[in-house]
């Protein structure tokens, strides 16, 4: 449907309504407006401020008098088109609202032109909630800051849907909007337009489905805006205090949650399934198409992903559930369920390297058609935190270009075929301890290693609870003690130091080891894999 030219006069002067906080006046306390659409059974000519005498299109609004505290109702059931840039502050009491009413499905806004549904430029306290988006030509929301910082904005119970979810050949544009990311919601760009950060924004309880991108949040990188620039020129002006939980996104062409610039922001409780479907072929001559990841980090501070679970990536460059990238210090991956993918990690820092970050209580299963690394290039991760991680049919795994990193009680434990590797350099400060190892020659850095079966509750790799260890498993009471953690993978209190993501004193199942002929054959196979590994590399 094309939009009508009175609906094109009306967002204009709905922008202009909202072009300045000096235009309205702040509510008092309790003192609201009401503004109801029905699309089913609306009209035009009612006022749209009373419940039953509601407004059938958006372009119905008229004698806009918008004030904090003010709610723009949409009528459950019912679809509008909807293409609106606001400019607007609401308060923390009262917040500008736009919501659904009724019973039925959940109201759809949406555009098929190529734009977004909502601009929320220069706005803070504005709640979206329970309502349905959809843009197959454009994108969801886009807030942006051009001349004040933004603060409080809450996403909540939106339904987004079908926003460009094709493939394509390279990645996205972050830099002008929701409509040319392919993406539910974005967060400034790459590069950014100004130097005013988007703070306490909330984005709870939402699903993706059958979009491109889902939460892409970018900031201010530096002066010039040129995120590509010399490590003397970086100066984030961060987004703080972002918080995206509960949310489901899946069947995506590409990712999910990207936390870029962001200081003290927490991803948690969120499950990112079959995203990253792209790009999961190479090209004709061998080389990768683009590379895109299902959550990841870009030049943050000091901010966590936990209780996720990450499957089913595709992307052949990239996939990975664990990814510090570009500048990200003191950032951490904690109690992450990540299968089925590419790769379990690949860290990529730039410049001088990352500082500070921690990936522990992770349970990888079957992440294994790539390689997984701690860190590509020589800048490497320094201060990184490897510990009680269970990492089960991996490809190859590398702890490679590391300073003063601590590996520590985890699992390794590679597909068949699979191959290890790490930095012999003692120089660099690494600490390796109470690790286990199986089907994989031990490190000879590794103090009081083990090589040996972990003894797992189960054998159903589609099941978590089956990595759980057996109370007469050796890890069980063997892993080194770590301080600042209370509760295991499984989310049970610590009570144990185990080697591996389950911190209990294990299930009552029988521990099936290995007979020691079986393994020292093992072993001796392992060593000759290591070598013929080793040699390729330094031959390729």
């Known amino acids: 449907m094309k939009t009508s030219k009175r609906m094109l006069c009306f967002l204009i002067v709905f922008s202009l309504v909202f072009a300045s906080v000096g235009f309205f006046a702040y509510a008092e306390e309790g003192e609201k407006n009401y503004y109801y659409l029905d699309s089913v059974s609306g009209d035009d000519a009612n006022s749209g401020t009373d419940i039953n005498s509601p407004v059938k299109t958006i372009a119905g609004l008229k004698n806009l008098d918008i004030k904090a505290g003010t709610h723009f109702l949409f009528k459950n059931g019912g679809e509008y088109e909807c293409a609106v840039t606001l400019t607007c502050n609401g308060t923390k009491d009262n917040p500008i609202v736009i919501s659904s009413y009724g019973e039925g499905d959940k109201a759809?806004?949406?555009?098929?032109?190529?734009?977004?549904?909502?601009?929320?430029?220069?706005?803070?306290?504005?709640?979206?909630?329970?309502?349905?988006?959809?843009?197959?030509?454009?994108?969801?929301?886009?807030?942006?800051?051009?001349?004040?910082?933004?603060?409080?904005?809450?996403?909540?119970?939106?339904?987004?849907?079908?926003?460009?979810?094709?493939?394509?050949?390279?990645?996205?544009?972050?830099?002008?909007?929701?409509?040319?990311?392919?993406?539910?919601?974005?967060?400034?760009?790459?590069?950014?337009?100004?130097?005013?950060?988007?703070?306490?924004?909330?984005?709870?309880?939402?699903?993706?489905?059958?979009?491109?991108?889902?939460?892409?949040?970018?900031?201010?990188?530096?002066?010039?805006?040129?995120?590509?620039?010399?490590?003397?020129?970086?100066?984030?002006?961060?987004?703080?205090?972002?918080?995206?939980?509960?949310?489901?996104?899946?069947?995506?062409?590409?990712?999910?949650?990207?936390?870029?610039?962001?200081?003290?922001?927490?991803?948690?409780?969120?499950?990112?399934?079959?995203?990253?479907?792209?790009?999961a072929e190479l090209l004709e001559d061998g080389r990768v198409e683009y590379f895109t990841a299902a959550m990841w980090f870009w030049g943050s501070e000091s901010s966590t992903i936990q209780y996720c679970e990450i499957a089913g990536q595709k992307n052949i460059g990239d996939g990975m559930a664990i990814d510090f990238d570009s500048h990200s210090n003191n950032c951490t991956y904690q109690y992450i369920y990540s299968h089925d993918n590419v790769r379990f990690m690949c860290n990529c820092p730039n410049y001088s390297g990352q500082y500070g970050n921690t990936v522990r209580y992770c349970l990888s299963v079957n992440d294994n058609k790539g390689r997984s690394t701690t860190a590509v290039g020589a800048c490497g991760e320094h201060n990184f935190s490897f510990y009680n991680n269970t990492v089960i049919n991996c490809g190859e795994f590398q702890f490679k270009n590391l300073y003063d990193a601590y590996i520590a009680n985890n699992i390794i434990a590679p597909a068949d075929g699979g191959t290890f590797a790490y930095d012999m350099d003692e120089s660099r400060g690494n600490v390796f301890e109470n690790n286990c190892y199986y089907k994989v020659m031990t490190p000879l850095v590794d103090i009081g290693a083990m090589n040996t079966v972990p003894g797992f509750a189960g054998d159903d790799y589609n099941d978590a609870n089956s990595f759980i260890l057996s109370a007469e498993s050796p890890l069980i009471g063997a892993g080194a003690p770590v301080k600042g953690v209370e509760k295991d993978f499984y989310g049970n209190p610590i009570t144990s130091n185990n080697i591996g993501c389950y911190g209990g004193t294990g299930a009552d199942v029988e521990y099936d080891g290995e007979n020691i002929i079986v393994k020292i054959i093992r072993t001796v196979l392992d060593i000759i894999e290591t070598v013929i590994h080793e040699i390729s590399v330094i031959f390729d």
């Open 108 to 279: 759809l806004l949406w555009t098929n032109e190529r734009t977004d549904v909502f601009r929320l430029f220069d706005c803070s306290y504005i709640t979206v909630s329970d309502v349905h988006i959809k843009a197959p030509n454009g994108g969801g929301i886009w807030i942006d800051t051009y001349t004040q910082t933004s603060e409080g904005i809450i996403i909540e119970d939106v339904l987004f849907t079908d926003m460009q979810n094709y493939k394509v050949h390279s990645r996205d544009d972050f830099s002008n909007g929701a409509a040319a990311a392919r993406a539910a919601v974005i967060v400034k760009g790459l590069p950014a337009k100004s130097r005013y950060a988007v703070n306490n924004l909330t984005i709870r309880n939402c699903e993706v489905d059958n979009c491109a991108n889902g939460f892409i949040i970018w900031g201010s990188w530096n002066e010039q805006q040129a995120p590509w620039c010399e490590e003397d020129e970086i100066d984030p002006v961060f987004n703080e205090g972002l918080l995206i939980e509960g949310c489901y996104l899946h069947d995506m062409d590409a990712e999910a949650v990207l936390v870029g610039m962001c200081k003290g922001a927490l991803v948690t409780n969120c499950r990112a399934i079959n995203c990253c479907q792209g790009g």
